[in-house]
């Protein structure tokens, strides 16, 4: 069977993620998984424009989210549900980097495994895939992904300068049928670092 997306992108180094990362990124077709996640908005009242306008998930604690992630050759797509709030992108691999389209926009990721966990640091954002935007505009948006007590736990966030924080969620998926388990609390996941 031929690599998913993110074994080719990260060769040796996928291999070394732990278990619940590794099975998240290793599906081949259509795959569900749930759990819940915190979501906290920006204060400012521009952030907040942002982040209507980029289809964000709205400010909440414990919020059921599922996410269905579809891979085939062409790349996968991810369709998350925050409550009904619904945000799919379509990611794909290009030079080396991971491109994520979200609406317009287009970001491109180089991702890193560091201490058991997984890093996209955004390296590039253009519009409609052909204008490219200022990469200091987005020097602090990114993602963290790691295991913890078994689980897949997440962070994203983005932070823009002047504006202050567009979104930052965090939370834990499982296996769609394992999601049923015991709530318990989401721990804080390390912030994204650029690489070094």
């Known amino acids: 069977m031929s690599p998913t997306l993110?074994?080719?992108?990260l060769g040796a180094p996928f291999y070394?993620?732990?278990?619940a990362v590794r099975l998240l990124h290793s599906s081949h077709g259509r795959r569900r998984m749930a759990g819940r996640a915190t979501i906290d908005g920006g204060s400012n009242p521009l952030a907040r424009l942002c982040a209507r306008i980029a289809g964000l998930p709205r400010a909440g604690n414990d919020v059921p989210v599922t996410v269905e992630f579809i891979a085939?050759?062409?790349g996968e797509r991810w369709h998350r549900?925050?409550?009904?709030m619904r945000m799919s992108s379509q990611l794909r691999a290009r030079g080396g980097r991971l491109l994520e389209r979200r609406?317009?926009?287009q970001f491109r990721f180089?991702?890193?495994v560091n201490d058991g966990m997984l890093f996209w640091n955004t390296a590039g954002v253009r519009l409609f895939g052909i204008l490219p935007l200022p990469s200091w505009l987005f020097a602090e948006v990114g993602c963290c992904e790691r295991e913890h007590e078994g689980r897949y736990e997440f962070l994203v966030e983005a932070v823009l300068p002047l504006i202050g924080r567009v979104v930052r969620y965090e939370g834990w998926l499982l296996p769609d049928?394992?999601?049923d388990t015991p709530d318990s609390p989401i721990m804080p996941v390390p912030r994204p670092e650029p690489i070094p």
């Open 16 to 19: 070394t993620l732990p278990d």
């Open 81 to 84: 549900d925050f409550a009904g």
């Open 72 to 74: 085939d050759t062409a």
């Open 6 to 9: 993110f074994q080719t992108l």
């Open 177 to 179: 049928d394992d999601a």
């Open 110 to 112: 180089l991702l890193h």
């Open 103 to 105: 609406g317009p926009l």
